[in-house]
C-alpha cells in the first residue's frame, strides 16, 4: 500500500498545513467530476459576488458625497444624480442578495452530488478489497473515517472558493485604502494575527482529539446499536442488559463531553481576549480616520468608504485567516479519504487469466494448502490436501474452529493461502479471473445476509444479473421450498421483508434460510457450496432440503457442512476436519 506523508496530529505546523492543501486538486477534481457544470457555475458567480463589497462602498461614498454637496448649496434643486445613485445601490443589493441565495443553492446541491458520488466510489474500492482486510481493526478505522468524509465535504469546497472570492474583493479594497494611507494595512495585520494563530492552535487541538477518538466512537454507535435495535431487544431483555450497555454509553459518551469541554472552555477565553485585541486595532485605525476628515484632509464620503472599507477588509482577513485554518484542517482530513483509495487488495488479479473450464474435467485439487488470519499466531488450516472430482459430493465435519468455514472461502477465493496452493483442473484457481471463479461456484454460508428488501430481490441476489427474471426467481423459490412461503406472504414475490422498513414482514429462522437456499439455484454454478445453512431447520426439515440439494446437483460438485451425520452420509466423501495445534 502506497504511504502519504505521515502527520504529527498533536503537532500540526504551519508548514505542514500548506503541505496538506496538495490535498485540494484532488478534491476539486472530484467534485468536478459530481457535477462539472454546477461547479463551473459556482465559481462565476462568486467571482461576480466577490466584485459587489467596493461596488457599494463606492456608490455610497458618492451619495454622501453628493447629499454633503446638495446640503451645502441649498437653492441645488437637481436631485437626479442623487436618485440615480441610490437607485444603482439598491440594485447592487438585490444582486448581492440574488448572487448569495443563487450561490447558497449550488453549494447545498453540490454537498448531495458530491456525497453521493464518493459514497459510491467508496463502496466501488470496497468491493475491490480483501475479505480479511474487513476483519482488521485497523483498516475499518481508515474505512470509518473515510465515510465520515463524504458528508460535509462541500463545505470545504464552498470555504476555497470563498477563500478565492475574499481575495479579489480585497484586492479592490486595499487599493482604496493603500491610496489614502499604507500604515492603516500594517495596524489591520496587527489586529488580526493573534486571533489567527489563536483559532489555528485550537484548530489542531481539535483534529487531534477528534481522530484519536475513531476506535471509541466506533465502540459508541455500537452500543447505542445495541442499547435500541430491534436485532438485540431480545436477548437485551431476556439477560437483563439494558442498564450495562447503558452504563457503558454513559462511560465511553462522558469522557467525550469532558475531553470536549475542556477544549471548547479554553477556546472560547482565549478567543474573547483575541477579539478584544482585534476590536482594538480597528477602532484605532477608525479614530484615525475621523482626525484626517475633522482636519479637511478627506471628505465625509471618504471617510465612510474607508471606514466601511477597513471595516470589511478586517472581517475579511479574519475570515480568511480563520478559513484557511478551518481550509487547511479539512485538507488534512482527506488524507483520511484519500488513504482509503491508496489501500489495494493483496489478491492480485491474473493479467491473462485461463478461460474457466465448462464443464470442469479433473476437479479441485488442494496441494499441502494452509491459511492463517491476519495478525494471528495460529493457523485455521494447514496441510490440507485432497481433490474434489466432478459431480462428487463432498460433507464436510469437525468440531467448531477446525476451518470448515474457513475451507470453503478458499475455493471461493475469498483467501488466498497462506502457503501450499490449490489447483483447478490443473491450473492455479490464481490464473483464472476471480469473477468467473466465483460466478462458477454458489456459496451460501451460515451467517447469510438477511436483506431488508422484498423477496423477489432477496433471491435474485444469488445472480443479480437476473433480476428481472421472475421465471428464475420463482424456479430457484420452488427448489428451496421457499415457493411455499411466497404463497402466505401479503403480496407474494414482492412483499418487503424484515421489519426496518413499512409493511415489510419478519420472517423466522427457518423461513430466512429457505430464502437463502434459493440464492444458490439462481445461477448454475458447477460447484454449489453450503456452510449449515439449515441449521434453524429441524432434522426432518434440514434432510428433506439436502434431498432436493441433491437431487439438484446431480453431475454437479457440491460441499456439504453439517453437523448432523445423517446430513453427511448424503455425500459420496466426508472429511473430517480437526483444529490445527500450534
Do not use: C
Request: aromatic share 12%.
Amino acid at each position: 500500500m502506497a504511504k502519504r506523508n505521515t502527520i504529527d496530529n498533536s503537532k500540526l505546523t504551519f508548514k505542514q498545513r500548506l503541505s496538506a492543501l496538495s490535498n485540494l486538486p484532488h478534491f476539486f477534481k472530484l467534485v468536478w467530476l459530481s457535477s462539472p457544470g454546477k461547479t463551473a457555475l459556482s465559481f462565476i458567480l462568486r467571482i461576480i459576488r466577490s466584485a459587489m463589497p467596493v461596488a457599494l462602498l463606492y456608490v455610497g461614498k458618492l451619495i454622501v458625497d453628493q447629499v454633503v454637496a446638495l446640503n451645502r448649496h441649498t437653492g441645488d434643486t437637481d436631485h437626479h444624480y442623487l436618485w440615480k445613485l441610490v437607485a444603482i445601490e439598491f440594485a447592487l443589493a438585490i444582486l448581492t442578495d440574488g448572487l448569495n441565495r443563487m450561490i447558497n443553492l449550488l453549494d447545498s446541491l453540490l454537498g448531495d452530488l458530491f456525497s453521493n458520488y464518493t459514497s459510491m466510489r467508496i463502496m466501488r474500492h470496497a468491493a475491490t478489497l480483501d475479505l480479511d482486510q474487513f476483519e482488521d481493526s485497523v483498516f475499518y478505522d481508515k474505512l470509518e473515517r473515510a465515510r465520515q468524509q463524504t458528508v460535509g465535504r462541500t463545505i470545504l469546497l464552498s470555504q476555497v472558493m470563498s477563500q478565492v472570492q475574499d481575495m479579489i474583493s480585497m484586492g479592490f479594497l486595499v487599493a482604496g485604502l493603500l491610496a489614502f494611507n499604507p500604515w492603516l494595512i500594517l495596524l489591520l495585520l496587527i489586529s488580526i494575527i493573534p486571533s489567527f494563530l489563536g483559532e489555528s492552535y485550537f484548530n489542531n487541538q481539535n483534529y487531534a482529539l477528534t481522530r484519536s477518538q475513531t476506535p471509541e466512537r466506533r465502540e459508541l454507535d455500537y452500543t447505542r446499536y445495541l442499547g435500541a435495535s430491534d436485532e438485540t431487544a431480545k436477548e437485551i431483555k431476556i439477560f437483563n442488559l439494558a442498564e450495562f450497555v447503558i452504563n457503558r454509553f454513559q462511560t465511553l459518551s462522558d469522557k467525550f463531553y469532558t475531553d470536549n469541554r475542556k477544549l471548547a472552555v479554553r477556546r472560547s477565553a482565549w478567543g474573547t481576549f483575541f477579539s478584544v485585541l482585534g476590536s482594538a486595532g480597528y477602532y484605532a485605525a477608525y479614530v484615525f480616520i475621523i482626525f484626517q476628515t475633522i482636519n479637511g484632509k478627506t471628505s465625509v464620503g471618504d471617510l465612510t468608504f474607508l471606514a466601511g472599507s477597513f471595516r470589511q477588509l478586517r472581517s475579511l482577513m479574519e475570515g480568511m485567516l480563520s478559513r484557511f485554518t478551518t481550509v487547511s484542517q479539512g485538507a488534512i482530513y482527506l488524507n483520511d479519504f484519500l488513504e482509503f483509495f491508496e489501500i489495494k487488495p493483496k489478491i492480485k488479479v491474473a493479467e491473462k487469466p485461463l478461460p474457466f473450464p465448462y464443464p470442469i474435467k479433473q476437479g479441485f485439487t488442494f496441494e499441502d494448502v494452509g491459511f492463517r488470519y491476519r495478525n494471528s499466531e495460529n493457523w485455521a488450516n494447514r496441510h490440507l490436501s485432497f481433490t474434489l472430482h466432478p459431480g462428487e459430493k463432498l460433507a464436510l465435519v469437525g468440531e467448531n474452529g477446525a476451518g470448515k468455514t474457513t475451507l470453503v472461502k478458499l475455493l471461493a477465493r475469498l483467501y488466498d493461502p497462506t502457503e501450499g496452493r490449490i489447483l483447478l483442473d490443473g491450473a492455479d484457481i490464481r490464473d483464472y479471473a476471480i469473477e468467473d471463479l466465483r460466478f462458477h461456484i454458489g456459496v451460501i454460508f451460515q451467517d447469510y445476509l438477511r436483506y431488508q428488501m422484498t423477496l423477489s430481490q432477496n433471491i435474485a441476489v444469488g445472480n443479480i444479473g437476473e433480476l428481472e427474471n421472475e421465471e428464475l426467481i420463482k424456479k430457484a423459490a420452488r427448489e428451496s421450498l421457499a415457493d411455499m412461503l411466497a404463497e402466505k406472504l401479503p403480496h407474494k414475490y414482492e412483499q418487503w421483508l424484515g421489519r426496518r422498513f413499512n409493511d415489510g414482514v419478519e420472517l423466522s429462522g427457518g423461513e430466512w434460510q429457505k430464502v437463502a437456499l434459493a440464492r444458490a439455484y439462481m445461477k448454475d454454478a458447477q460447484l454449489l457450496i453450503l456452510d449449515e445453512p439449515t441449521a434453524a431447520l429441524d432434522a426432518r426439515a434440514e434432510y428433506e432440503v439436502f434431498q432436493r440439494f441433491a437431487q439438484m446437483t446431480k453431475g454437479k460438485s457440491a460441499v456439504l457442512i453439517s453437523h448432523r451425520f445423517s446430513t453427511a452420509r448424503l455425500a459420496d466423501r466426508i472429511i473430517v476436519l480437526e483444529k490445527v495445534r500450534s
